[in-house]
Structure formats: structure tokens, C-alpha cells
């Protein structure tokens, strides 16, 4: 269990001849979280100006440091009788987050949750990262560990779901219309956005 989703995550990336794989996991700290966690290099919060947010990050972050450094014992030890140089250690490191903004008008948070988008920063610094003292007055626009900040798209979501499809993909025939023609393009945009950011600090080119 520990290892298989290592294993079979390099034989996805390997029959689709991937560079980059992504593994997308719920909120929870079970076993199968952590097997997923184990096998991958980076790690991408999602998160939202509100107070489950901040404290989701004050539970994670020692927890993910505290598996790391079990981890890397384990590594450095055995598994199962395996040699070291067998056992591929993924460091699954922080590397950003992504906020995702309430209903934001005119590109900003809506004020109901500006005061827990200040406090992002600062947390994230501390739990996830493990700084001493997180940045004082850092906003989610000038912290360079915000990947993105993702507009709601609320109207695009029900429509994703029942098409099956990503919202940046939804065409007319879909059953968009009006100004949501517009939305996924915008949409399009701020996630091509995101990839290019992700790659760059995983350290794979993006064409």
C-alpha cells in the first residue's frame, strides 16, 4: 500500500509518455492520502480566504513534515529487504498554493473574506513551510508562493459536471451562452496560467 501508488502513477506517466503527472487528493490525512503523497515530487494547495483554510494548513503542515522525515528514515533504511538505491524518496515539497476567490468582483476577494486572504500568507509560511516567523503585511498578490488566484466561475461549474468535461473546454453545444462564452475563456486563461506557474517550479518545460 505504502509504495503501490508510486508504482502505478510511473506506469500512467510512462504508457501516456508524461512529464508531469498530476494527483489530485481530498482533504483528509488517512493512509491513502499519505501513498499519494509519497509518490509525488511537489505539492500544490488548494485553499480559500476562510478560516477552515488556515486552520486545514496549521493541521497539514507539521503533519507533512513530520511523514517527510519518516519517510526519508525509511528510505535511508529499508523496505522490505529492497537496496537504497531502489526506493525513490519524493520529497512531495511545498511549492505554492492556489486561492480560490469567493464570487470576486473586479478581480478582488469581496470583502466578507478579505481578512482571511491576509492571513494566507503569514500560515502558510509557518505551517507549511515551517519558517520561524512568517512574512508581516505579505498579500496573496505579492507572495511569490501564491500560484494563482482562481476566480469562482460558479456559473460553469453544474455545466462542467453534467458535460464531463473541464469548464475551460465547455463549448455552445454544451450549453453555455451569453457571457458565459466569455467565462471560459477567462477561465482558459487563468489556468493556462497555472500550469505554466506549476511547471516552472517543478522544473519541467511547458511548450
Known sequence: MTTSLDALSTLAARGA??????????????ALNRAALLACDALVLPLAPDLFS???????????????????????????GQRRDAILAHEFR???YIVQQHLAR???VVKGY???????????????????????????????????????FSSLVPIAQQ????????????GIGGGQIQAVARC????????????ERVGVACA
Not at 54 to 75: E, F, I, K
Not at 118 to 132: A, C, M, Q, T
Not at 163 to 172: I, V, Y
Open 17 to 30: 509518455n508524461a512529464d508531469l503527472l498530476f494527483i489530485d487528493v481530498g482533504p483528509s490525512l488517512g
Open 54 to 80: 488556515l486552520q486545514g494548513m496549521r493541521n497539514v503542515g507539521p503533519t507533512l513534515r513530520d511523514w517527510r522525515t519518516d519517510w526519508r528514515t525509511v528510505c535511508e533504511s529499508h523496505v522490505r
Open 94 to 96: 511545498p511549492v505554492g
Open 106 to 108: 473586479k478581480d478582488q
Open 114 to 152: 478579505a481578512k482571511w486572504a491576509e492571513l494566507i500568507p503569514r500560515v502558510f509560511h509557518e505551517e507549511v513551510l515551517g519558517e520561524d516567523q512568517g512574512p508581516a503585511g505579505l498579500s496573496i498578490d505579492d507572495d511569490p508562493c501564491c500560484l494563482a488566484s482562481i476566480r469562482h
Open 163 to 174: 458535460s464531463r468535461k473541464p469548464m475551460f473546454d465547455l463549448r455552445q453545444s454544451d
Open 188 to 199: 482558459r486563461q487563468e489556468f493556462e496560467r497555472l500550469v505554466r506557474k506549476i511547471t
